[in-house]
């Protein structure tokens, strides 16, 4: 599986690099530290040997038996029988090849090394062809157990230190790419976060520049579409206001052009505000808590006429969700709007709340025709009506409007046909924190 987090990258790279370098370090101590002084221990080891075995003439002419059996005493090498309980813990014992070949031929003869963990030190024994029914053992007073310890812990220690240095190094680098993420994420939900602080290495400043030019320009943009929206607005409903006065002044013989120039008007003003709201940004730090129930039951008892009959099945114990109730009312609103333009005169809402009480969400269903499958994911783009099972009416941006809102308040919307007939439309809100 492919890591993408650049710390857990930075992490394994830093890791491998520790990794090989403790082997490196490992193998020149080995090469160039352990190895000379084995050779010379070896050297020392043999000339032990040769004491015990008293074989070598010049030995004999510098040393005397006495003082040979002195020294041997002294380093506490001794010889045992094979088959005696010392020649067991030989067996037992744990072959080193490299040392076997090394005194073999400081010895001159086949001899194999083996050590083991005796009850004070370790302990080298050793088995000779000149001595082919007994075996020597050296002990190593000065190499315990618990000096290999220190040396585990130490290094242990030292890994952990440097991963986390590595680790609190690497946060600390990437912290103004974390800001940066947060602020990007605001930026795709429609807010315009503030401008961020340039810190950190070069290459983290120029990419946090550029970040906040393109957030003023962002700005810039927004402020400038409403602006212009609002012009627009302004511009186009005033002359449609003059329309509808002179229209209502027409003598009674033309009422029923004057009814179809209404309607016209209506109709176009009705556009504007549909584009304005479907426009409109939301303040997400504006938010407010918002009940639920409460704008329910405001859409549910609107006047709809007299042909459509609204349920209202509203669940107790709400929690309050989080947002603008002027706009989470738009949006309810235009689910009702948008089932009693296409269903047939029965709409149901309802409301509830998830499990982990997170989310708190709003149906509106109705019985009408449905919508194939394939059609439901287009309905929240702009201007689309679904298809002719629908109908054909409306501006073709109330779905738009109710995804735009949902969107802003960083919440969900559902629509699926109805296993009954019609359509069920589901639109959820985080709620407030406790």
């Keep these: 599986m492919r890591v993408r987090s650049s710390i857990t990258q930075s992490i394994i790279l830093f890791l491998t690099i520790l990794i090989a370098s ?13 190895l000379p002084s084995l050779g010379q221990f070896n050297k020392l080891l043999s000339y032990e040997i040769q004491l015990m075995m008293d074989n070598g003439q010049a030995i004999d002419e510098e040393l005397e038996r006495p003082v040979r059996r002195r020294v041997l005493r002294e380093l506490g090498v001794t010889l045992h029988a094979r088959d005696s309980d010392y020649g067991q813990k030989y067996h037992q014992a744990m072959s080193i090849d490299l040392m076997s070949e090394d005194m073999s031929q400081e010895l001159g003869q086949q001899t194999e ?7 004070d030190s370790y302990v080298l024994w050793m088995s000779l062809d000149a001595l082919p029914d007994s075996v020597i053992r050296i002990p190593l007073t000065e190499l315990q157990e618990e000096d290999f310890s220190p040396l585990f812990y130490n290094s242990v220690i030292m890994a952990l230190v440097l991963v986390l240095g590595g680790w609190l190094f690497i946060r600390l680098q ?24 340039e810190q950190g290495s070069t290459e983290i400043r120029s990419v946090t520049q550029a970040f906040n030019q393109m957030s003023r320009g962002i700005q810039a943009l927004e402020e400038d579409r409403a602006l212009l929206m609002a012009g627009i607005s302004h511009d186009i409903r005033t002359p449609l206001t003059r329309i509808r006065l002179a229209t209502e002044m027409m003598s009674p013989e033309d009422s029923y052009l004057a009814e ?12 504007i505000g549909q584009f304005m709201d479907y426009l409109k940004p939301v303040q997400a730090d504006q938010f407010v808590k918002v009940d639920i129930n409460g704008i329910a039951e405001e859409v549910a008892s609107a006047e709809y006429g007299p042909e459509v009959n609204i349920e209202a099945i509203l669940s107790d114990d709400l929690c309050d969700a989080k947002g603008s109730a002027i706009a989470i009312k738009r949006a309810v609103g235009n689910l009702v709007m948008n089932a009693t333009r ?15 009480r997170k989310l708190v969400w709003v149906t509106v269903e109705d019985n009408g ?17 679904g298809d ?14 109710v995804k735009r809102i949902v969107s802003q308040h960083h919440g969900a919307i559902v629509i699926n046909n109805r296993s009954e007939g019609g359509l069920k439309a589901q639109i959820s809100f985080p709620t407030t924190k406790k």
């Design 174 to 197: 990437n912290r103004p790419l974390l800001a940066l993420e947060k602020a990007a994420i605001k930026v795709g939900n429609g807010e315009i976060p503030q401008p961020l602080p």
């Design 369 to 385: 025709p449905g919508i194939a499958e394939d059609q439901i994911s287009k309905l929240f783009e702009p201007f689309t009506r």
């Design 22 to 34: 403790q082997i490196y370090s490992y193998y020149a101590v080995f090469n160039y530290a352990l």
């Design 113 to 119: 090394v083996r050590l083991s963990l005796g009850d």
């Design 342 to 356: 296409y269903g047939n005169g029965w709409i149901r809402i309802s409301t509830g709340m998830t499990a982990d």
């Design 388 to 401: 002719t099972a629908r109908g054909s009416e409306g501006t073709g941006l109330g779905l738009a409007i």
């Design 260 to 271: 179809g120039i209404i309607s016209d008007t209506e109709e176009c003003n009705e556009i």
